[in-house]
């Protein structure tokens, strides 16, 4: 999987370079794609504590309950209680009470939050990027989900090069 930092000047500015004649892998878009995650999604998103991040991460302007969370994740409760607590205590999380529940969000004032935030929107269009990868010479992700800043509102900004 080979990712072409190079400048190019044709590309947008803040662009992530798939360049898919040396390269085997790549990306997909949002809610679509969520419940078919497959590929490397799996492998690297393994944990409790990584699904429930990522999960955030994607959603980073909601916030979800405890048991949202675990049901739209697809884990026990238990597992959502346990790693909720984990992230909140190494800050990649925020939580806020209301009555006796708590509500959760992605901390984005984390550093690491929007590097988490890449990884996650070149793993979850992995699976389009698979489909188009026979009819193009080139796709570049740019704007909001290579800079880490996405919401779930945020569309997908591809630029795709054909050799037709």
Not at 41 to 60: C, G, M
Not at 75 to 89: C, D, H, K, T, V
Not at 102 to 110: A, G, I, R, W
Not at 138 to 158: E, F
Request: proline share 4%; net charge neutral; aromatic share 8%.
């Amino acid at each position: 999987m080979a990712v072409d930092q190079k400048s190019d000047p044709q590309a947008p500015a803040s662009a992530s370079h798939l360049d898919l004649h040396h390269s085997a892998h790549y990306n997909e878009h949002m809610l679509t794609i969520w419940s078919n995650r497959t590929m490397l999604y799996h492998h690297i998103i393994d944990t409790a504590n990584q699904k429930v991040l990522s999960f955030l991460a994607k959603f980073s302007d909601q916030e979800f309950y405890e048991r949202e969370i675990a049901r739209r994740v697809g884990i026990a409760s238990g597992s959502a209680n346990r790693a909720l607590n984990r992230l909140y205590s190494a800050g990649a999380v925020k939580r806020r009470q209301e009555g006796k529940m708590y509500f959760y969000s992605v901390d984005l004032s984390n550093p690491a939050i929007p590097q988490f935030k890449r990884l996650t929107n070149i793993l979850l269009i992995e699976p389009l990027i698979e489909k188009l990868k026979p009819a193009t010479i080139k796709i570049v992700l740019y704007g909001s989900c290579v800079q880490g800043t996405d919401t779930s509102q945020s569309d997908l900004d591809l630029f795709i090069v054909s050799d037709n």
